[in-house]
């Protein structure tokens, strides 16, 4: 097993690896490591209490984050006539029909976010196969189907973030950039880890959120109190 590189040793000194943090604390120690060459991004990793194998015990949902994400988001919308234009004059990257479901089975898939009007998702459940192991299906359960096409664009690229529980009951997401100021990033990972807590499902049993780390892109994991990044 090869051992951490200088820069990783450096980056984990004054960490006590079994110490779960208070999140204002565990941000300035994250940012104070965060010394790559370019604007690494801060991430929040939640594990929860739920075996997402069962159907009723699935969290998925969307998060406006209150100061962004600080990351260029490139929208595709499926929408024809009028919110076609309107999807345009919002900001959307790429606007189609046929064309774009064309442009996607080829493998043309230049977007990171995707957005579907009603009436066109009987066109877009055909790339089920290759948007959805992306993580770039439409769906109605997190405003991305939806008639309101302005909002949906203005929201995605304004900083909204999808999540989804994934196999091992982790969800993560990027809640910043590394040189957003310590309390901004504080309020953006409060307002991912409300909106996870208030996505429980039916069935999770005993504690939901188990536990919480904040890291950035190069840097390694701070443990998180959990009641601390819940607002408690």
Request: include cysteine; charged fraction near 25%.
């Amino acid at each position: 097993m090869s051992k951490p590189g200088k820069r990783t040793r450096a980056a984990r000194e004054g960490i006590d690896r079994t110490k779960l943090y208070p999140l204002p604390e565990a941000v300035k120690l994250v940012k104070e490591r965060a010394s790559a060459k370019f604007d690494e991004t801060i991430e929040v990793a939640m594990n929860l209490g739920v075996d997402p194998r069962h159907a009723d015990q699935m969290v998925r949902g969307v998060v406006s984050l209150p100061n962004g994400s600080g990351r260029s988001v490139r929208v595709a919308v499926f929408a024809r006539g009028a919110k076609a234009d309107e999807a345009r004059a919002a900001g959307a990257d790429v606007v189609g029909a046929e064309d774009l479901v064309e442009k996607v089975t080829a493998g043309n898939i230049d977007f990171d976010r995707c957005i579907a009007t009603p009436d066109l998702m009987p066109l877009v459940g055909r790339l089920g196969k290759v948007l959805g192991p992306r993580g770039l299906m439409p769906n109605p359960k997190v405003g991305t189907v939806t008639m309101d096409v302005t909002a949906a664009v203005k929201g995605a690229k304004g900083g909204s973030v999808e999540f989804r529980v994934e196999k091992a009951g982790i969800i993560h997401a990027g809640v910043g950039k590394a040189s957003f100021p310590p309390e901004k990033l504080v309020e953006n990972i409060k307002a991912f880890a409300d909106a996870v807590a208030k996505a429980r499902p039916a069935g999770a049993k005993g504690t939901f959120v188990q536990r919480v780390a904040v890291s950035s892109t190069m840097g390694p994991g701070i443990k998180v109190e959990p009641a601390s990044a819940l607002g408690g």
